[in-house]
Nanobody, 122 residues
Framework: QVQLVESGGGLVQAGGSLRLSCAAS????????MGWYRQAPGKQRELVAS???????NYADSVKGRFTISRDNAKNAVYLQMNTLKPEDTAVYYC????????????????WGQGTLVTVSS
């Protein structure tokens, strides 16, 4: 069974920084893309940033220049460094893994973490 386990959320003042981590547990053979989404109260879930297995990245316009996504393929992990945080960044952040293949040959189109809350105070 494959799971995504997130950590690193919390409360921070505006202008501060946080680093989110997410690791996939289980016997993983490969993961295509990994990324971070967020959902603020009353809003739809939105893509924050994604990264392919080859290292190509994509960011939402609202976080460009402030957030950096990185990945450790050997650890099946993805990270999100968030700098210059704003109150509007407050949301539950979800880790996502797309097209996961296990050593046993099981395939998952998409997996989600349980979410970690980021609160930015003004």
């Amino acid at each position: 069974q494959v799971q995504l386990v997130e950590s690193g959320g919390g409360l921070v003042q505006a202008g501060g920084s946080l680093r989110l981590s997410c690791a996939a547990s289980g016997s993983i053979f490969s993961i295509n893309a990994m990324g971070w989404y967020r959902q603020a109260p009353g809003k739809q879930r939105e893509l924050v940033a994604s990264i392919t297995s080859g290292g190509s990245t994509n960011y939402a316009d609202s976080v460009k220049g402030r957030f950096t996504i990185s990945r450790d393929n050997a650890k099946n992990a993805v990270y999100l460094q968030m700098n210059t945080l704003k109150p509007e960044d407050t949301a539950v952040y979800y880790c996502n893994a797309a097209r996961v293949t296990t050593l046993g040959g099981n395939r998952y189109l998409e997996l989600w973490g349980q979410g970690t809350l980021v609160t930015v105070s003004s």
